[in-house]
């Protein structure tokens, strides 16, 4: 762990960082941290099956917000860390919500089910940044389905794909979900489309004036 510390103060240009697989834990973590939070260039971490609990995800979440210093984290693994509760989801889904540039989170095979479904819908129609969130096979139920598909309706997230297989969700429901996420997807591209059409006309103008 002192190895892995020391080489990484080192590397100032490393953009992403992965301990996937490791027997990191919560201490372990801790120890790295002081380097992560300084680090100035950081944008991905990868601390997948590193079996951490809900310590180590409020040790997580204070690399979530940017600084004058450094930015905040953009992509962020967390699968299989099967030890984190509902208090340690809850934890992360303040953080994302409150203040966050993530644009990828990755959170598969974990116990999330309904509850932890619904605090990350939450922090999901918060966040302004996320595009990307991976729950395959987190034991969330129909109820968590129709709060994501609830968010993705009737809120202005920036949501392009959200990965739910293997859970107890309705085909018909994932279904319904995905549309949502394609149309959403198409309208932002033809409102951009329309944008810089209407740019290119006032220019065409000011320059003919």
Not at 5 to 33: P, R, Y
Not at 92 to 121: F, K
Request: hydrophobic share 35%; proline share 2%; charged share 20%.
């Amino acid at each position: 762990m002192l190895f892995l510390f020391e080489n990484f103060q080192l590397h100032n240009a490393v953009i992403c960082f992965s301990l996937h697989g490791t027997s990191l834990g919560d201490e372990g973590l801790e120890c790295l941290m002081p380097a992560l939070q300084t680090h100035p260039k950081l944008q991905s971490l990868d601390v997948g099956d590193c079996q951490l609990g809900d310590d180590g995800i409020r040790q997580i979440c204070t690399l979530l917000p940017s600084s004058e210093e450094k930015k905040g984290l953009m992509e962020l693994t967390l699968s299989a860390n099967q030890n984190v509760s509902p208090q340690g989801w809850t934890q992360l889904a303040i953080a994302i919500a409150a203040n966050s540039q993530l644009q990828s989170l990755y959170l598969d095979y974990n116990n999330i089910g309904d509850y932890g479904a619904g605090v990350l819908s939450v922090a999901m129609a918060a966040n302004s940044t996320l595009e990307r969130v991976d729950l395959e096979g987190c034991g969330v139920g129909e109820k968590g389905g129709e709060l994501f598909f609830a968010v993705i309706a009737n809120y202005p997230t920036k949501m392009q794909e959200l990965v739910l297989f293997e859970n107890n969700i309705s085909a018909e429901l994932i279904g319904q979900i995905n549309d949502c996420l394609n149309q959403k997807s198409q309208d932002s591209v033809e409102e951009q489309e329309s944008f810089e059409k209407s740019q290119k006309e006032d220019h065409s103008n000011e320059v003919a004036c």
